[in-house]
């Protein structure tokens, strides 16, 4: 018998979410079901389990179950790119070594293909998915050695890049805060909320059912795996954990997983006047050549002109941030913001929020077997957009039998490396964060 733990709370509203109509009443799990999978989680590795299920298995009954809404939990928190890639956040210009970065790449055109499969399949527009490739921006000289150190790394790796010089990052974006910038053409963009939404209403069918507000409380093994929810249960003979750090509370991975937030703010919508003052691309998106500087989107459709910034990580083992953490942290959004709109003076943030992220210590994800018929994809390392997606078709391809290359990386993976005990872990975390975001300067 496994009883979860607790079950996960995210601070502020998911913002891209609030951008769309209103979603249809929600199905819930009032009933005893039976199916032959159980997917645990509805955001991107779940969703794209689901969908690989379907496509190895197209008789079988799919039940999808989430404890919020769709896009409400953190896959319609997070910034949007579904990076190809490395892009690891520890390190200092995402960059890592020559070998996996080359396998690793591999993996994420994977997903990403995957990915645009279903955007196309289920009809999806260019605002919810488009491959649109991305920028790492440079507002400082160390950023700019950062780029041409990343760019140098991707020489070796025989990837396609170019460098933008301060004009053509002026023309891009309307404003003279960065110095430079590295395109490079693989990645894609998403309106989270829209992609998974969007992914969810494709999948629904008389096969997969997908039920929201029905949180695993326990799962029980006996010829068959029992999920109870508040006010039923689902059985099956495999289930597929897609529940990223949310792990640790089924009792796997326990002190192996750091569980880190990221914060977001999204300014009202602009008027015309403001729009015509800030001149520049009306789309556009850019990473911050330092992992702990600040992300910046600049959104023009669905909900009108808008500009996203997110930066500021904490380490918060509990899965847990307050609305007095949540209010602190997001203040340096605003000093952010009017540092690079100036033009835009007067343009409040309308919705902040923050996301789970989880990370192990070694960069590694939990692809794999868990117990009889219980399968993981978890610790997405930050990128839940790709790892998500990646980890999710994966798992299904194990608990089916079908092998890949990529699959066998995954399950040859060693184990998230054990953390110190948790408060040397929170202090020493802490510590790192607040020293590698006061060493980004000017890029934060």
Not at 42 to 59: E, T, Y
Not at 203 to 221: D, G, M, T, Y
Request: aromatic share 6%.
């Amino acid at each position: 018998m496994i009883a979860v733990k607790k079950l996960p709370r995210d601070p502020g509203p998911a913002a891209w979410n609030c951008l769309l109509p209103e979603a249809p009443p929600p199905a819930r799990v009032e009933d005893d079901i039976t199916a032959e999978w159980i997917v645990i989680g509805a955001g991107f590795a779940g969703l794209s389990a689901a969908r690989r299920l379907s496509q190895l298995c197209p008789g079988d009954r799919i039940v999808v179950l989430d404890a919020k809404r769709v896009a409400e939990g953190p896959a319609g928190r997070n910034s949007g790119f579904m990076i190809d890639l490395p892009h690891d956040l520890a390190s200092d210009d995402y960059g890592g070594a020559l070998e996996s970065d080359i396998a690793q790449t591999t993996d994420n055109r994977r997903a990403i293909a995957f990915a645009a499969e279903m955007a196309r399949d289920f009809g999806l527009s260019d605002e919810a998915f488009v491959q649109s490739g991305k920028i790492n921006a440079a507002a400082t000289a160390k950023g700019d050695h950062h780029n041409r150190d990343y760019a140098k790394h991707l020489s070796a790796m025989g990837e396609a890049h170019e460098m933008l010089d301060a004009a053509q990052m002026q023309d891009l974006t309307g404003i003279d805060y960065y110095s430079s910038g590295l395109f490079t053409p693989g990645a894609a963009m998403i309106q989270p909320a829209a992609y998974v939404r969007g992914v969810a209403d494709g999948l629904r069918s008389n096969r997969v059912q997908i039920f929201e507000f029905s949180p695993a409380l326990a799962l029980h093994k006996d010829a068959f795996w029992t999920v109870k929810t508040p006010k039923g249960s689902v059985r099956a003979q495999k289930v597929i954990l897609a529940v990223n750090g949310h792990l640790e509370n089924f009792g796997f991975m326990g002190g192996r997983l750091m569980h880190v937030f990221t914060y977001g703010s999204m300014t009202r919508a602009l008027t015309p006047d403001e729009v015509a003052r800030l001149g520049g691309a009306p789309i556009w998106g850019v990473t911050p050549a330092d992992p702990l500087g600040t992300t910046v989107r600049r959104l023009s459709g669905t909900g009108g002109d808008r500009i996203v910034v997110r930066n500021r990580f904490t380490f918060d083992p509990s899965l847990e941030v307050s609305d007095q953490k949540l209010a602190n942290v997001t203040r340096d959004h605003d000093r952010a913001f009017r540092a690079r709109f100036p033009m835009l003076e007067g343009v409040e943030m309308e919705h902040r929020w923050g996301g789970r992220l989880c990370l192990s210590y070694n960069n590694v994800q939990v692809v794999r077997e868990v117990d009889d018929g219980l399968y993981a994809a978890c610790c997405q390392n930050g990128l839940g957009t790709v790892k998500g997606t990646l980890a999710g078709l994966l798992a299904a391809e194990m608990a089916c039998g079908v092998g890949s290359d990529a699959l066998d990386r995954a399950l040859s993976a060693p184990a998230p490396t054990r953390l110190p005990p948790s408060p040397l872990a929170k202090l020493g975390a802490t510590a790192r964060l607040r020293w590698g975001e006061a060493r980004a300067g000017r890029e934060l």
